[in-house]
């Protein structure tokens, strides 16, 4: 069984930052790409942010610099640094992650998704 567990959701003053964190755990043989998502209430999932195995990282436009991810490939954890947060950043942040497990010496890959941490961004 796999678990992504996100943490370091808040509430912040626009300007301000957060860090979110995102750990993998569970009977995993390997992980591949990593990303983070977010969604507000009545509207679709939108990407944040991937990165890959290698360190290859990609960012959606609206991000403009702002925020950075990064990964421990030891730890299986992905980051999200945000800096200059805008009330429009409000929304829960997922994390999600392709990953491999072994089960009876059978070995299959699959994409994984945490239950959100929520960001809100008001003065």
């Known amino acids: 069984q796999v678990q992504l567990v996100e943490s370091g959701g808040g509430l912040v003053q626009p300007g301000g930052s957060l860090r979110l964190s995102c750990k993998a755990s569970g009977n995993i043989f390997g992980v591949s790409a990593m990303a983070w998502y977010r969604q507000t209430p009545g509207n679709l999932r939108e990407l944040v942010a991937g990165?890959?195995?290698?360190?290859?990282?990609n960012y959606a436009d609206f991000i403009k610099g702002r925020f950075t991810i990064s990964r421990d490939n030891v730890a299986n954890t992905i980051y999200l640094q945000m800096n200059s947060l805008k009330p429009e950043d409000t929304a829960a942040y997922l994390c999600?992650?392709?990953?491999?497990?072994?089960?009876?010496?059978?070995?299959?890959?699959?994409?994984?998704w945490g239950q959100g941490t929520q960001v809100t961004v008001s003065s």
């Open positions: 999600y992650a392709e990953i491999e497990t072994a089960v009876s010496g059978s070995r299959s890959w699959a994409d994984y």
């Open positions: 990165i890959t195995h290698g360190g290859s990282t």
